[in-house]
């Protein structure tokens, strides 16, 4: 990997270690609190992925998860190590490397990014495939249907239907204000 595409995945693992020293909101009825890192999963796909591939923007969560895991305290709340893997939380952790590839693929392949694109890709990427991920891992680890699962996940909804349109909303701009991304899509 060039030391310029290796920058730019270490940018956006750490972007998502800074998005966790924000406070995590506790929900009384489930154990997997909202953060604003899946904020980071979209930026990583949508700006990341657009740019320079999906690959890289699934290796900055890749990054993120593997500091995670040696123990740092990046996650909200100042949680680490390889024991919130087996929380509740833990596919949604892993969905972050599907959801992050998912968003960069389709914005990598958009022919002309819009809004409405934006926001399409990172419901998709940012929402679907990480609900994908975390609903029967948290069924499963709290010992719950599914449905059940489903249900009290509807709760996240509204903040994750903000953090697509915040994201997408940052994402045209910083698509439009890292000039040398552009530069090497057009030179590959």
Do not use: H
């Not at 997997?32 to 890289?56: C, D, E, F, N």
């Not at 959801?99 to 926001?119: D, P, Q, T």
């Not at 996940?153 to 910083?174: C, E, H, R």
């Amino acid at each position: 990997m060039e030391i310029q595409k290796l920058t730019y995945v270490s940018l956006f693992a750490a972007l998502m270690g800074v998005l966790g020293l924000l406070p995590a909101i506790p929900l009384g009825f489930t154990p997997v609190p909202i953060t604003t890192q899946t904020l980071g999963v979209i930026l990583a796909g949508s700006v990341l992925g657009a740019r320079i591939g999906p690959k890289y923007a699934a290796y900055s969560q890749m990054l993120f998860l593997l500091l995670v895991a040696a123990g740092l305290p990046l996650l909200s709340g100042g949680r680490g190590g390889l024991g919130v893997f087996l929380s509740p939380s833990g596919g949604y952790l892993i969905s972050y490397i599907a959801g992050a590839y998912v968003i960069g693929y389709l914005c990598y392949n958009m022919k002309e990014a819009n809004l409405f694109k934006l926001l399409l890709a990172n419901v998709v990427g940012g929402m679907a495939v990480v609900y994908l991920f975390g609903i029967p891992f948290q069924a499963m680890m709290m010992n719950i249907s599914i449905w059940e699962a489903f249900i009290v996940n509807l709760a996240f909804l509204p903040g994750d239907f903000t953090k697509v349109m915040i994201g997408s909303l940052l994402a045209i701009k910083l698509q439009k204000a890292i000039p040398l991304l552009k530069e090497e899509v057009k030179a590959a």
